[in-house]
Every structure is written in C-alpha cells, then in structure tokens.
C-alpha cells in the first residue's frame, strides 16, 4: 500500500481522520479474488460478468416471450400473453425462499472473506447450500398449491389459466436446482467471483433456449414444452455450478496469496446449527421483505387484471422492457452489496461508504441512460413480441415510454438496498420498504382504481411514485450511517 494511502487515510494515532477505527487500509487490501484491485476495478471485477448475466437472462426473457407470441394466433395468442405475465410473477414467487437464503449466504461470506476467515467461509457455503436444496424444495410445492387459486386472483380467462396451470405444474419442479443455483451464486459474488455464476447462468440460458424452441417447435409440446426447456436449464446450471465449486489444485492456485479458495467440500454439509443460525438471522428479514414485495406486485397484478382483457399481456412487455434497465443497475447493485460486506468484514467503514457512493453515482448513469433508449425506442423493441399495430401494443407503448425516463431513481432504491443488505442491516431494509409500499403503492393503488379513471399508465405512476418515496428514505439511511454498525 501505498505511503500516499496510508496517510489519507490514518492520522498519527492508528484512527482514520474521520474517527473510524482502521483494520485494513485503503481498497488494495480485501480478500478473495478481490485482493489488490483498486476500487474502480473491484466495481468492474464484481459487475462485468453480472452484467452480462443480467444480459443472458433478459435475453432468455425476451426469447421466451418471443416463443409464446408466436405460438398462438387470434384470442389464443391474447391468452398466451396473458399467462406469460402472470407466471413472471409465480415465478418470483417460486424463487422467493431461496433468493433470501442467498442473501444471507452471501453477507457471511464476504463478511468472512473480508476477514480473512476462508473456513467459516466454507461453512457457511455448504450450510447455506443445505438451506438453499430445502427451501427449494419447499418452494416447488407451495407453488404448486397456489397456482390454481392465483390464476383467480389475477382475473385470467378461462382459456389463460388453463395456460398457467400447464406451465406452472411443470416450472414447479425446477425449485430445487434454482435453490442450489441461487445459493451457490450468491456466495461466488460474496467472495468475489462473479465469473463462475455467470457461466452456470449461460449454461442454464443456452439450454433454455434450444430446448424450449425443441419442445414447442418439433415436438409440439406448447406451453409445457417452453416450462419443460426452462426446468432443464436450470437443472444444468445447478450441476455445473457445484462442479466449479469442487476443490481442485488449480482453485488453490488461483486463490494464490488470498489464501483457501471458496470451495464445497463434504464435511461442511453436515449440520452446523450456529452457521445455520447465523446465516437464517440474516435470511428471515429479507425472506419477509421479498415475501411482501411480492404481495404488493400481486395486488398490483390484481388491479391490471381488473382492466379490460389483454391488460396482463401489455403489462408483461413493460415488465420485460423495464427489465433491460435492470441488467447494469442490478450488477452495479451486487458489486455495492459484496464491496459493503467485505470493507465491513475488514473493518473499514469508510471505504465501504466510498464504494457504495461510487456505485451509486455509476448505477444511476448507467440506468437512466439505458432507461432514455427504452424510452425512445419503444415501438422498435414492442416489435419483437409478435406483430404489431395491436391493442396490447398500442397500450404498452406509452406506458414504457414514460416508465423508462424514471429508471435513474430505480437505480437509486437498488443500490442502497442491496449495499445495506450486504451489510446485513437487512431487517432495516425490510421494515421501510414495507412502510414505503404499504402506504404509498398498495394505497395509492387502491385509491387510483376506486376514485379515478386509470389505466394501466396510471397504474405504472403509482408505481413510481413508491419507488421514488424509496429512493429517499434509503439515501437518507445511507448517509444517516446505523448500517454500518450491523453485527452478522
């Protein structure tokens, strides 16, 4: 390190300037694979291979959405759309569970890997993978409970339930190996190995992709066979990703002077009930707070499916479109949620601020500008959903031109969330997005539906507008500091 580090960042007597106690100083000296990058290239290390995840995975979401607009034609067609918007949401419902145990996962292992500590490290992988098989697992069952009377909820036809109970019942049974997936992912990017889940994902996308058009195409399968590709991409994913995870000399070698690799070995499978009680302290609140995000959506979804038939489906384009905006924010997001964990781990408050702050300012170029091209070119990516001129069309289009203009507060909301979540301080995050989406988008929601003429535009503003009340309480959190003092 250097000499010029070390006095910007230390006074005479061992405390940095600001009064926080030092443990390591300066970006140079994290662990893992992260260990003597400087902080722009920490960023980049962490969200390259996320971005072009993201990209991947919003590709395979555009592929799916392509498939299913050109498996029907007419009212099947409109039925088909339909569903696909209503199993996104089922399908975030399948992944809740384990979306939340990686979050823990991920918070003890760059917590550890910042210390230094590869062996609990190593625990809370292999216990974290336990939490991650079952709750998939549990996931798939539910799931399959549910479907029937979300269908309902949701105001589908007739004919587009029928579609949902077909492609569920078969999506069902990805749970476990998305559980696997999701886990063993998380803790990758918490030790900072973002390269390895993105070649599992690729895996599982490029699969998903050639099986599907298989199984719709020549076999004829329908909406099962597009449900059919997507299991077996995941069940790929899943198998590669543990075998990354196998120890091997040349992730030693790799691992170099960072010390033991991340790796998966037997002994850590068996229960660790301290680990595993660690790892839930820090699960739970986000399980709660994506648990209650989804039924503010659901209630959402409740209110377009209220609108004329065909809604749903205008709805899935604006979801998917949004979704491009996503691929740099979220990555940018992990980097700021791994960097957090790990300075913490090392005892470095001020550079986990100044990493957070970096990825803000990065986050939201990225975003808004991406969100402004969405916005421009709405009518030109609508195209690649089928024909169009249609009334689905011809309602989605203003809704993502004015949607794609607010992303830069989207960014906002996701980098501050997901770096307090890295810092553990999820049980914070759950209560004031709770508070944010109750009052403002479940009652906004309410409001707009009972006393005003909406459409689907105005439902989307309401929408908005929680994610712009969001962006300021968590601002405010971040620069109010109580995160930084979480204890995981």
């Known amino acids: ?74 009212e099947s ?3 088909v759309m339909d569903m696909m918007g209503a199993s996104m949401y089922l399908m975030w419902l399948l992944m809740i569970l384990q979306g939340a145990m990686g979050t823990g996962a991920m918070a003890m292992v760059s917590r550890s890997t910042g210390a230094r500590d590869m062996k ?79 070649m599992a994902m690729l895996i599982v996308n490029v699969v998903n992709v050639g099986l599907s058009l298989w199984f719709v195409y020549h076999l004829g399968w329908g909406v099962k066979g597009l449900a059919a590709g997507t299991v077996i991409g995941w069940a790929a994913g899943a198998a590669f990703i543990l075998w990354f995870l196998r120890p091997t000399g040349k992730t030693r070698r790799e691992a170099g002077d960072a010390g033991e690799p991340l790796v998966l070995r037997m002994q850590n499978l068996r229960y660790d009930m301290p680990m595993l009680r660690r790892i839930w302290r820090v699960s739970w ?73 970096f990825c803000w300012v990065v986050a939201v170029i990225a975003m808004g500008g991406t969100g402004c091209l969405i916005s421009y070119f709405n009518t030109e990516f609508l195209s690649l959903f089928g024909s169009p001129g249609t009334e689905q069309y011809e309602t989605a289009a203003p809704v993502i031109r004015f949607v794609g203009l607010f992303q830069a507060l989207t960014a906002t909301m996701m980098v501050m969330k997901m770096s307090m979540r890295g810092a553990g301080a999820t049980r914070m995050v759950t209560i004031y997005s709770f508070l944010s989406m109750g009052v403002v988008r479940v009652g906004g929601l309410w409001a707009a539906m009972h006393w005003l003429d909406v459409g689907l535009l105005g439902l989307w503003k309401v929408m908005l507008l929680d994610v712009l009340v969001q962006a300021a309480i968590f601002v405010y959190l971040h620069f109010k500091g109580d995160w930084l003092d979480m204890e995981v």
Not at 12 to 23: L, T
Not at 132 to 161: D, K, W, Y
Not at 286 to 293: A, Q, R, T
């Open 120 to 198: 609990s490290a190593n625990l809370a992988l292999g216990q974290s993978l336990i939490l991650g098989m079952a709750t998939g697992v549990v996931s798939g069952v539910m799931i399959g409970l549910v479907t029937p009377v979300m269908a309902r909820f949701f105001g589908l036809s007739e004919l587009a339930t029928q579609y949902v109970m077909d492609y569920m019942c078969v999506a069902a049974v990805l749970a476990p190996f998305s559980g696997i997936l999701f886990v063993a992912s998380s803790c990758l990017r918490g030790y900072g190995d973002t390269m390895k889940p993105f």
């Open 285 to 357: 609140p986000s399980m709660i707070e994506i648990m209650g995000m989804w039924s503010v959506h659901a209630v959402g979804v409740y209110f377009v499916g209220t609108l004329k038939a065909g809604t749903m489906g205008a709805h899935a384009m604006v979801v998917r479109l949004e979704s491009i905006s996503f691929m740099p924010g979220f990555a940018i997001g992990m980097a700021a949620s791994t960097l957090t964990g790990q300075y913490l781990g090392a005892r470095d408050k001020v550079m986990a601020k100044k990493a957070v702050r």
């Open 77 to 79: 067609a409109e039925a």
């Open 1 to 74: 390190m250097s000499r010029d580090l070390k006095q910007a960042g230390e006074d005479s007597d061992g405390a940095r300037s600001d009064g926080e106690p030092v443990g390591v100083s300066g970006p140079m000296a994290l662990g893992g694979k992260l260990a003597g990058l400087s902080l722009p290239r920490q960023v980049l290390a962490l969200a390259l291979w996320p971005f072009l995840q993201n990209l991947m995975g919003v590709g395979v979401g555009f592929a799916d959405m392509m498939i299913a607009g050109r498996m029907e034609r007419g």
